[in-house]
């Protein structure tokens, strides 16, 4: 009581509600509002990657709610506990969304289905695959321009053709298009960004961070970029072919 008295004195315009709520705060009772759990939602587990061609995936989307009902039939006849929700399409794939995570047998049955369809290339088809970590590089060293005497320039497309005939490169996965941005205007360089799909500890960017390889008459450097790295991300999986 006698707290209450002084905080009146002290503040003789507050009123007795506010003169409570500050008695309380001085003497720690004052209840702490519930704190909001705030959640990062990615891609769940609970779905299986195919990567195709563009051709393929407008081919594909056109009977989705058949393709559904197919691959249904065929997890059933396997006795797979395993449904498919539905299927939505990626900007380098299709995401088939299932009930549960897929074991290997139940991807195995997937591919065979996609790849056995007569309106999709199965060459441009890669196999199913469930979501993976993110890890991030650039490829300094590598001429802006396909050739020293051109005004050509170097596309991702390009990019992706250099990768493939490199050993180094061999199990490695990009998760997008390779991004191919000019060191400065009055340079004739260029720095490569990659995205590549990777487990959580970052193995496969360890094995390529540092690694050099030549492109043409150029010496190229592999080096790591930190882009979230406390982040988690799923997405879509694009290999190499």
Not at 146 to 174: C, D, G, V, W
Not at 186 to 214: P, Y
Request: charged share 20%; with cysteine; aromatic share 6%.
């Amino acid at each position: 009581m006698s707290e209450i008295l002084k905080i009146k004195e002290m503040f003789p315009s507050l009123s007795t509600q506010k003169v409570d709520q500050v008695n309380s705060i001085v003497n720690g009772q004052a209840k702490s509002k519930p704190r909001i759990k705030m959640t990062t939602k990615s891609l769940s587990r609970k779905q299986v990657i195919i990567s195709m061609s563009r051709e393929n995936i407008n081919s594909f989307m056109k009977s989705s709610s058949l393709h559904v009902a197919n691959l249904n039939r065929l997890l059933y006849n396997a006795k797979s506990e395993v449904l498919t929700n539905y299927i939505r399409a990626d900007s380098i794939g299709i995401i088939i969304v299932t009930n549960k995570v897929s074991q290997q047998s139940d991807m195995a049955i997937i591919n065979n289905y996609v790849k056995s369809l007569n309106d999709i290339n199965s060459l441009q088809v890669d196999k199913s695959r469930l979501p993976k970590s993110k890890s991030y590089l650039k490829i300094i060293g590598i001429l802006f321009f396909l050739h020293a005497n051109s005004q050509k320039r170097l596309t991702p497309n390009n990019i992706e053709m250099i990768l493939k005939q490199n050993h180094i490169f061999n199990n490695i996965s990009l998760a997008s298009k390779p991004r191919v941005i000019k060191v400065s205007p009055k340079s004739d360089m260029s720095i490569i960004w990659l995205d590549i799909w990777d487990v959580q500890s970052g193995s496969n960017a360890k094995m390529l961070i540092n690694r050099c390889f030549n492109v043409r008459n150029y010496i190229t450097t592999i080096c790591g970029v930190n882009m979230n790295p406390s982040v988690l991300q799923y997405k879509n999986c694009w290999k190499l072919l």
